[in-house]
């Protein structure tokens, strides 16, 4: 079976503090996103992945496909960055469709 | 340049009315994909869609639920006879092209009394 496994489920922090959010799978990937969802809010689309490392302001994101495993890092972390983490693949083998992590909790108190 | 929008943000039915939820994609987007996410769940594939094709909907329920993608017109998830536990969110994603980066709309609530 094709899973997609997140942890920690739940990350309290203090304002300030290097974060990281661990993301594994199963099998072959040709894509790998990374996803933020406020409460009650949308989804906003922040990395999409097939190798090696990419950065966005406080946010790095890594993936290892021989190991098959990706790192959501968040630096100097704020209580605006409180919001689920949510990692989703693209198998190689079903298309464009992803299948998603059941995200991370992220709460970061001042 | 708007994004993705879907309306309505949020929708009230009665059990057995019929829900019909839209999705306009980004400007030249012809990839439209819609996902749910029930409550405490995580998000989980419906169906892919092209402008008027059904490419993938292995994730559709097999009754009461359908999908299209006019040629003109953003695209609709329909729900008929809806059941309490179709109350959920439900987001639609849409793409340039096969296998690029999704921009996500804001999703619909829909609850089922």
């Known amino acids: 079976k094709n899973e997609v496994e997140q942890s920690p489920q739940n990350l309290t922090a203090q304002e300030g503090e290097f974060i990281t959010i661990n993301c594994s799978y199963s099998?072959?990937?040709?894509?790998l996103h990374w996803l933020q969802q406020h409460p009650g809010g949308g989804i906003v689309s922040l990395f999409m992945?097939?190798?090696g490392k990419k950065k966005h302001g406080r946010l790095i994101a890594t993936i290892n496909i021989q190991e098959k495993h990706s790192s959501l890092h968040i630096t100097a972390s704020h209580p605006r960055d409180s919001a689920v983490y949510i990692c989703a693949v693209r198998w190689e083998t079903s298309g464009s469709r992803l299948t998603f992590g059941e995200g991370t909790q992220l709460t970061v108190n001042p | 340049n708007a994004g993705v929008m879907q309306n309505p943000r949020h929708l009230v039915r009665r059990r057995g009315q019929e829900a019909r939820l839209r999705c306009s994609p980004m400007k030249g987007h012809s990839h439209v994909y819609w996902y749910r996410q029930l409550p405490e769940e995580g998000l989980k594939f419906m169906v892919y869609?092209?402008?008027?094709?059904?490419?993938?909907e292995s994730g559709m329920p097999k009754e009461r639920f359908s999908a299209e993608f006019p040629k003109e017109g953003p695209s609709i998830l329909r729900i008929q006879q809806v059941v309490r536990g179709d109350s959920a969110a439900y987001f639609c994603?849409?793409?340039?092209?096969?296998?690029?980066?999704?921009?996500f709309g804001s999703g619909t609530r829909l609850t089922v009394v």
């Open positions: 994603a849409s793409s340039r092209m096969e296998l690029y980066g999704y921009t």
């Open positions: 992945l097939s190798s």
């Open positions: 869609l092209q402008k008027e094709n059904i490419i993938d």
């Open positions: 099998v072959g990937i040709s894509a």
